[in-house]
Nanobody, 118 residues
Framework: QVQLVESGGGLVQPGGSLRLSCAASEIAFSGYAMAWYRQAPGKQRDLVARMTSGSNTYYKDSVKGRFTISRDNAKNTAYLQMNSLKPEDTAVYYC????????????WGQGTQVTVSS
């Protein structure tokens, strides 16, 4: 059973930072593109950041310069470093993995809540 487990969410004041982690099991981690999505109440789930095994990255315009996606293939873990957080960043954040060679292999984490409020 493949599992993606997020951690690191919580409550933070505007301007603060959080580091989200996504630990993967039962997959060849380097063979997957990793991504972070977020979904706020009443909103669609949006792509925040994506990184391929080759370390090419994509960021949503509103988080560029503030968020950084990274991965440690040896530890089967992806990260999202979030700095200068704003109330608009409040959402449930989801980890996502998609096979680079076998794109039918797609997995979602359960999500972790991030709340930015003073």
């Amino acid at each position: 059973q493949v599992q993606l487990v997020e951690s690191g969410g919580g409550l933070v004041q505007p301007g603060g930072s959080l580091r989200l982690s996504c630990a993967a099991s039962e997959i060849a981690f380097s063979g997957y593109a990793m991504a972070w999505y977020r979904q706020a109440p009443g909103k669609q789930r949006d792509l925040v950041a994506r990184m391929t095994s080759g370390s090419n990255t994509y960021y949503k315009d509103s988080v560029k310069g503030r968020f950084t996606i990274s991965r440690d293939n040896a530890k089967n873990t992806a990260y999202l470093q979030m700095n200068s957080l704003k109330p608009e960043d409040t959402a449930v954040y989801y980890c996502y993995a998609e096979g680079l060679i076998a794109p039918m292999r797609r997995y979602w984490g359960q999500g972790t809540q991030v709340t930015v409020s003073s």
